[in-house]
């Protein structure tokens, strides 16, 4: 386990020494169960999903870009 410090309002003190109190349960404890509620309930935002960009060195036409695929597909087939 990490250590952590957090710092609370005084009125949160309050409260969580009284949770511990009267529960039994540490503080510690308290805030973990606390932390972990939070996350297993949180609404993460999904991803863009953006695509990841390749820089090939020099910039192609879309006629030459074609070329170099067609020219990769019939040097695969031949190897086949």
């Given at each position: 386990m990490k250590k952590t410090t957090v710092y609370l309002p005084e009125d949160l003190e309050v409260r969580l020494d009284a949770e511990s109190s009267a529960t039994g349960v540490s503080k510690a404890e308290l805030i973990r169960r606390g932390v972990a509620m939070i996350l297993d309930h949180a609404?993460?935002?999904?991803?863009?999903?953006?695509?990841?960009?390749?820089?090939?060195?020099?910039?192609?036409?879309?006629?030459?870009?074609?070329?170099?695929?067609?020219?990769?597909?019939?040097?695969?087939?031949?190897?086949?």
């Open positions: 609404e993460r935002p999904k991803r863009s999903g953006d695509l990841p960009v390749f820089d090939s060195g020099r910039p192609l036409s879309p006629e030459a870009m074609d070329d170099v695929v067609y020219e990769h597909i019939k040097e695969r087939a031949a190897r086949r």
